[in-house]
């Protein structure tokens, strides 16, 4: 399972690093024979708004896109939240 945080290797936006993070996994999978195809998953920052409350802090505010930073010494990319009522979201 891939993370919604993981080192910036190189700058590109969060899902095309996640991309090759698998990419990469299932390539040196190939190399051994373990005899089944692996599966792997990603995750998504996903916020219900559900009530006022919520509608006050997170709703249309703010920036939606990657982030990137340092965690301790680490250059890292978070990807994006998706904040918005349930039916947009499913």
């Known amino acids: 399972m891939s993370s919604t945080l ?18 990469v996994f299932r390539e040196e999978w ?18 219900a708004i559900t009530s006022d409350l919520d509608k006050e802090y997170f709703f249309g505010g ?12 680490t250059r890292s990319v978070f990807g994006r939240t ?3 009522e349930p039916e947009p979201l499913i």
């Not at 190939?30 to 996903?46: C, L, Q, T, W, Y």
């Not at 939606?64 to 010494?73: A, P």
């Open 30 to 47: 190939a190399k051994h024979d373990h005899g089944f195809e692996p599966r792997v998953s990603v995750s998504r920052s996903i916020f």
């Open 62 to 73: 703010g920036d939606r896109k990657d982030q990137f930073g340092y965690i301790d010494s």
């Open 6 to 23: 993981k080192d910036d290797e190189s700058g590109e936006p969060f899902h095309v690093q996640q991309r090759k993070q698998i990419e």
């Open 82 to 84: 998706y904040a918005d």
